[in-house]
């Protein structure tokens, strides 16, 4: 058994095996896919103190960098079930998909998000080479381009207004006959003098030159016209969502199915803390997972450290 048992293997999670790990306890690691969204990323501009590196390569220092400690890793290894302590300072057992199961006697979560996709032909095709789904993080790389914002809900609406002041153009695209963000936002996007709203409108397709997107064609849900947009670049903003499902019945989430945590970064239950795209941190970054997967480790020790001795 482990003394700190990470789950998940992203930015969050190796900073919290490292925190724990300098403090000479037994800590574990075990991931589905160490590294997480990062191997999905090609640039990483906004990586504090690195101008500029790429996914793949900061996964694989993540993951050196927890092997310069003493921690165990185990990689493909997806948790299907978590069993809290039944007494203060008991283990937590989490149970894998292939029936085996681990115990700490703390936990850190940090099984990330993924974002949702539209599902239509191009997408998969041209991720990362047009299709982009955080604009803090590739809004930038389309300056002075053409882009479009699938979604108008708070996400979509907040990603608009901001890449219409870094793009030529924005096209904001929702399936429903109105946007649905917060009015203040709506009123904010309607001042702007480069974004243009579509409502009723079903993207079907991203449309490339085998290369790089050069547009999207969408139906006008009213008439059933196809209709097609030129442009370089496609944010898409139809929700993220937080790898949490085997977690409903043992801790509390949020309606949203981000893990509640607080400023120490513990959950609804003593000893199991949590950090990154899974928790309910306001901004869903690397930096900020690390910070947060730091912080719990932090408060994983001050919890173990308080327990009577046995
Ligand atoms: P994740 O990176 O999602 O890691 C989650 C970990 O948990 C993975 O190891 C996963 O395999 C594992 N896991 C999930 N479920 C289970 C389970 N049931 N059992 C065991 N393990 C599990 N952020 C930036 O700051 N800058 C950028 O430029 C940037 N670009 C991005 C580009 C793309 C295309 C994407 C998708 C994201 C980007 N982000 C960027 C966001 C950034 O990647 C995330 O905020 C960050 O990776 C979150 O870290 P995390 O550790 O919380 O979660």
């Known amino acids: 058994p482990f003394e700190v048992l990470v789950i998940?293997?992203?930015?969050?999670?190796?900073?919290?095996?490292?925190?724990?790990?300098?403090?000479?306890?037994?800590?574990g690691v075990a991931?589905?896919?160490?590294?997480?969204?990062?191997?999905?990323?090609?640039?990483?501009?906004n990586f504090i103190s690195v101008s500029r590196t790429e996914g793949p390569k900061l996964a694989t220092a993540l993951e050196q960098h927890v092997r310069d400690y003493d921690v165990?890793?185990?990689?493909?290894?997806?948790?299907?079930?978590?069993?809290?302590?039944?007494?203060?300072g008991g283990y937590h057992e989490v149970v894998?998909?292939?029936?085996?199961?681990?115990k700490g006697r703390t936990l850190i979560l940090s099984t990330g998000a993924r974002w949702r996709q539209m599902g239509v032909?191009?997408?998969?095709?041209?991720?990362?080479?047009?299709?982009a789904y955080c604009p803090h993080c590739d809004g930038p790389l389309f300056k002075g381009k053409r882009v479009a914002v699938i979604g108008g809900g708070n996400s979509g609406v907040e990603a608009a207004i901001d890449l219409a002041g870094i793009v030529a153009h924005v096209t904001l695209i929702e399936f429903d006959s109105q946007l649905r963000a917060d009015a203040v936002l709506q009123r904010k996007l309607?001042?702007?003098p480069n974004v243009k709203i579509i409502t009723s409108a079903l993207t079907t397709k991203v449309e490339g030159n085998g290369e790089k997107v050069t547009g999207l064609s969408y139906k006008d849900r009213n008439h059933g016209t196809e209709h097609d947009?030129?442009?370089?670049?496609?944010?898409?903003?139809?929700?993220?969502?937080?790898?949490?499902?085997?977690?409903?019945?043992?801790?509390?989430?949020?309606?949203?199915?981000?893990?509640?945590i607080d400023a120490r970064g513990e959950t609804s239950q003593p000893g199991i803390f949590a950090a990154g795209d899974c928790t309910t941190v306001p901004y869903k970054q690397i930096v900020i997972a690390m910070g947060a997967g730091s912080t719990a480790a932090l408060s994983a020790f001050d919890y173990l450290i308080r327990l009577p001795a046995t």
């Open 229 to 260: 947009v030129e442009l370089e670049g496609i944010f898409v903003q139809i929700g993220l969502v937080p790898n949490t499902e085997w977690l409903k019945d043992a801790i509390a989430l949020s309606p949203r199915g981000e893990i509640e």
């Open 72 to 88: 165990e890793i185990m990689n493909l290894q997806k948790a299907a079930k978590l069993i809290p302590a039944k007494a203060q």
């Open 121 to 131: 032909p191009g997408e998969d095709e041209y991720r990362n080479k047009g299709v």
């Open 8 to 27: 998940g293997g992203g930015p969050a999670g190796a900073a919290a095996a490292i925190y724990a790990a300098r403090k000479g306890i037994r800590t």
């Open 190 to 192: 309607a001042s702007l």
């Open 31 to 45: 991931a589905e896919r160490f590294g997480g969204q990062v191997l999905d990323t090609m640039d990483i501009e």
């Open 96 to 102: 894998l998909e292939n029936g085996a199961s681990l």
